[in-house]
């Protein structure tokens, strides 16, 4: 079972967000990516928003690295790591823009893009763009089908459909992988539909453990009936975790331990048929952080499989 991490810094949400994080920057992002790399992680992750309302920055708070820069600064300090978009809300972009942007990351990055996408649920981020708020799902399914053709090997793309009609329009450079692998973020029924029609994998959000096995049942199903092939990522995301005894107020949510007590609790997202999942780390620093993340990779994930 492969794993990830979602990077610290790039998105300070109240849910998630150390302290430490809120004075940290670029040398912080470089290091925990190294890290990560160094311990085998499949890939790191940078997610999405444009702007953010003043009704939800307490919670949210404003500090949301743009991912296409984030993920592209870390692919010059990495070298093996996947770099995800976790999720890009693509529907607030045309996406001719977002495949120049993608197509040139994993051009520059040697082919390690995993494009993450969501549908997004700031009304007021959707407004001042000029984005369909209340399409958004819609929206979020023909934009999928533009990013396929728009992330394929034609110098000029084309796709004609409701929303978005394109052709003789010519983007060099190309992907460097053949086929861009598509992820679908969320959860609720249209999400599940649209990962399992439309995506190469599913990316739940807020999903319980106990939940899951019902919704990985779902996606199998859907695409059995639809006749859809080939491979599938089905993702998961862990309680926080610490690797060993803390030795200070981690949260009664947090899992931590001996490395055999995480890695039988993670292999139990692989009984359901999950096939990455993704961990993060409570810490007081990065320093902390990174050892979390050695300590994972060299006695936690051998007890994965």
Do not use: N
């Not at 977002?98 to 700031?122: C, E, I, M, N, W």
């Amino acid at each position: 079972m492969r794993y990830g991490i979602q990077l610290p810094v790039q998105s300070q949400s109240t849910l998630y967000a150390e302290p430490w994080e809120a004075a940290a920057g670029p040398a912080d992002l470089v290091a925990v990516a190294r890290a990560a790399e160094d311990a085998r992680f499949a890939y790191v992750a940078s997610c999405d928003h444009v702007a953010v309302p003043r009704r939800l920055a307490r919670a949210m708070s404003t500090v949301w690295y743009d991912p296409v820069a984030t993920l592209a600064f870390l692919a010059a300090s990495t070298e093996r790591t996947l770099l995800l978009s976790h999720v890009a809300v693509v529907g607030l972009r045309h996406p001719l823009l977002s495949a120049k942007q993608y197509a040139t990351l994993d051009h520059l990055s040697g082919g390690r893009l995993v494009l993450g996408v969501g549908a997004g649920h700031v009304r007021e981020e959707f407004e001042v763009l000029g984005a369909d708020f209340a399409r958004r799902g819609p929206v979020l399914d023909e934009t999928i089908d533009a990013l396929r053709a728009a992330l394929g090997p034609e110098e000029f793309p084309e796709h004609h459909g409701k929303l978005f009609d394109f052709a003789d329009l010519g983007q060099l450079p190309r992907p460097a992988q053949e086929r861009v692998p598509v992820w679908v973020g969320g959860s609720s029924p249209a999400a599940v539909r649209r990962a399992a029609l439309k995506g190469d994998g599913w990316l739940p959000q807020g999903d319980p453990r106990e939940r899951l096995p019902a919704q990985i049942a779902r996606i199998r199903a859907l695409r059995q009936e639809a006749g859809v092939r080939g491979p599938f990522t089905v993702g998961a995301i862990a309680e926080p975790l610490y690797v060993g005894p803390p030795g200070w107020d981690v949260g009664r949510r947090t899992l931590s331990g001996p490395p055999q007590r995480l890695a039988a609790s993670l292999r139990a997202y692989r009984a359901m048929g999950v096939d990455q999942v993704q961990v993060r780390f409570r810490s007081r620093g990065r320093d902390e952080l990174v050892d979390q993340i050695a300590a994972f990779g060299a006695e936690v994930a051998p007890h994965l499989d």
